[in-house]
C-alpha cells in the first residue's frame, strides 16, 4: 500500500474494488443461471468470472489501497501491525458498502428488482468448516505469496478462489464482506441473512489461523550465528 495515496483514495479503492468483485459474482450467476439448467455448468460460469476478475482487480488497485476487498484481510494485517486500527475500520465498511451496491448494481443490469433478501440455505457444520477451509487457504495463499513472490499475488489468488469454488461445501466465499452483500440477492449467489453469522465467523477463525500459520511457517530461517546463540 503505497504512502502517496491518501486514505479517501485507499477507501474509493476497497469500495470500487468489492463492489467490482461482488457485481462479478452475482451478475456471472445470474447470467449462468439464465443461460443453462445444469448447476455444475452454472457454477463454472460463476466461477471462472471471479477468478478472473481478482486478478484485473488485485493488479491495478493493489497499489492504492493493498486491494484487500475482505474484512478478513484487513484483519490480519491489522494484527500483523501492517495497517492502524481507525484505517482497518475504514476499509472493513468501505469493503461491506461496495459490496452491497455491487449486489444492487447486478440486479439493475438484468432488470431485477433492486433490494432483494437470499432464501438460499447455507448452513451446517460443513458450510462453516468449509468457509474456514476457504478463509485459511486464502489468507495463507496471501501472506506466503508476498513473502515469496509478491508480483505473482494477483494471479495466486485468482486461481486460488477459482479452484476453491470446487473443493468446499460452501463455494469459498471466504470474504465476510462478499457474504453480506450476497445476503443482499435471491439469486444464484446468494445466502441467506440467517446463516450469514456462522459463514462470518468460520471466515474470521480461518483467516486468524492461516496467519498465526504464516506467522511461524513463513518467518525468515535463522542464521547459523543465531543458532548457535540459541543454544
Not at 490480519?76 to 448494481?105: C, D, M, N, P
Not at 468446499?168 to 444464484?188: H, L
Not at 446463516?195 to 489461523?209: M, R, S, W, Y
Amino acid at each position: 500500500m503505497s504512502a502517496a495515496f491518501d486514505l479517501r483514495r485507499r477507501l474509493v479503492a476497497e469500495a470500487l474494488g468489492t463492489g467490482i468483485l461482488v457485481a462479478t459474482v452475482v451478475g456471472s450467476g445470474i447470467m449462468a443461471d439464465k443461460l443453462t439448467d445444469d448447476v455444475a455448468l452454472a457454477l463454472l460460469g460463476n466461477t471462472l468470472p471471479t477468478g478472473a476478475i481478482l486478478v484485473v482487480l488485485i493488479t491495478i488497485l493493489g497499489p492504492l489501497s493493498g486491494a484487500h476487498f475482505n474484512p478478513a484481510v484487513t484483519l490480519v494485517f491489522a494484527l500483523r501491525r501492517e495497517i492502524g486500527a481507525g484505517y482497518s475500520v475504514a476499509y472493513v465498511l468501505g469493503q461491506i458498502g461496495g459490496g452491497i451496491a455491487g449486489a444492487l448494481l447486478a440486479h439493475a443490469m438484468f432488470e431485477l428488482p433492486i433490494w432483494q433478501s437470499s432464501t438460499t440455505v447455507r448452513s451446517g457444520a460443513a458450510q462453516w468448516l468449509a468457509e474456514a477451509v476457504a478463509a485459511f487457504g486464502l489468507i495463507f495463499t496471501i501472506l506466503a505469496g508476498l513473502r515469496f513472490r509478491a508480483d505473482a499475488v494477483p494471479w495466486l489468488v485468482g486461481l486460488y478462489i477459482t479452484a476453491a469454488y470446487w473443493f468446499t461445501a460452501s463455494t469459498s466465499f471466504a470474504n465476510p464482506a462478499v457474504a453480506i452483500a450476497r445476503a443482499f440477492t435471491d439469486t444464484f449467489a446468494g445466502i441467506r441473512p440467517a446463516d450469514l453469522p456462522g459463514f462470518i465467523a468460520a471466515e474470521l477463525a480461518g483467516a486468524v489461523l492461516a496467519a498465526a500459520m504464516a506467522g511461524w511457517l513463513l518467518a525468515a530461517p535463522k542464521t547459523i550465528m543465531q543458532t548457535k546463540a540459541a543454544e
